[in-house]
């Protein structure tokens, strides 16, 4: 890949894939956690992981959200206006 905009773009890429796969097993954990607290009576250790896991899931999903759609965006940009290489 000669072209360093396109270089960068799949760089950010891949930080955004390994970020939603973070932040979406932080969900589905916080799920689970809260699954298993409900069906046990609500331990304390199983309502923190929750908690934690469920902060961390609103802390790091927005960005690589986003970013993941500008990316499209710009592909699909790329695409339609003729610089696909």
């Known amino acids: 890949m000669s072209d360093p905009v396109r270089a960068r773009r799949a760089r950010i890429a891949r930080r955004v894939r390994q970020a939603k796969r973070v932040g979406w097993t932080a969900l589905l954990v916080a799920i689970v956690a809260f699954g298993v607290g409900f069906a046990t009576g609500f331990p304390a250790v199983l309502v923190d992981v929750a908690v934690v896991a469920l902060v ?18 710009a592909e699909r940009e790329d695409r339609e206006s003729g610089h696909e290489r």
């Open 56 to 73: 961390v899931a609103i802390v790091v999903l927005p960005v690589p959200i986003v970013l993941g759609y500008g990316i499209r965006a």
